[in-house]
């Protein structure tokens, strides 16, 4: 993960469905088109539809990667 530069993280663990969602696309909103986020989620639904969602949105999902009992999301914004 060394070679993506990560612009902003945002700490879900222990978000509920669908709130984690909103929190990520408001957080994207908030940021310019090309900047990376990186997402924590926990297992299971989160990682899943969080990481369907912001895809149907248009992001780009760089890497979805298991750490620790958590998971990283890191998306770069598309526009």
Not at 22 to 42: C, F, N, P, R, Y
Request: hydrophobic fraction near 35%; include cysteine.
């Amino acid at each position: 993960m060394s070679d993506i530069k990560i612009d902003q993280i945002l700490d879900l663990k222990g978000v509920p469905c669908p709130m984690n969602f909103v929190k990520t696309k408001l957080k994207l909103e908030s940021m310019q088109a090309g900047k990376i986020l990186e997402v924590l989620l926990d297992d299971g639904e989160p990682i899943k539809n969080v990481t369907a969602s912001t895809k149907e949105e248009g992001h780009e999902i760089l890497k979805v990667e298991e750490k620790n009992g958590y998971w990283n999301l890191i998306v770069r914004k598309s526009r």
